[in-house]
């Protein structure tokens, strides 16, 4: 079993940045790939970005790439979705995923371990 809990959601104005993180404890981080989805109201949740467990593949949606950066730092078994530029139609729910899946991957049912998410507001 993983356990994930999400962390540094909040308001923010367009245009400004937000950094999450995702600390996992249970089992051997370094072996999972990690990715960050995220929800609105009213719409089905959606990939955002993906992190293999060696760190060297990343994957992002195109709604986030050139914005969104995933990073992960194995020795404290933490996931990062640092968040720039961020627009109004950002707001969502932030939900960090972990998969058994060896490498990056963009679907919702190829993950085996959620987060409770963490809200983002973007006001414009």
């Known amino acids: 079993q993983v356990q994930l809990v999400e962390s540094g959601g909040g308001l923010v104005q367009a245009g400004g940045s937000l950094r999450l993180s995702c600390a996992a404890s249970g089992r051997t981080f370094t072996r999972l790939t990690m990715g960050w989805f995220r929800q609105a109201p009213g719409k089905e949740r959606e990939f955002a970005a993906s992190i293999s467990w060696t760190g060297l593949t990343i994957y992002y949606a195109d709604s986030v790439k050139g914005r969104f950066t995933i990073s992960r730092d194995n020795a404290k078994s933490t996931v990062y979705l640092q968040m720039n530029s961020l627009k109004p139609e950002d707001t969502a729910v932030y939900y960090c995923?972990?998969?058994?899946?060896?490498?990056?991957?963009?679907?919702?049912?190829?993950?085996?371990?959620w987060g409770q998410g963490t809200q983002v507001t973007v006001s414009s």
């Open positions: 995923a972990a998969s058994n899946v060896n490498t990056v991957v963009t679907r919702t049912n190829a993950y085996d371990y």
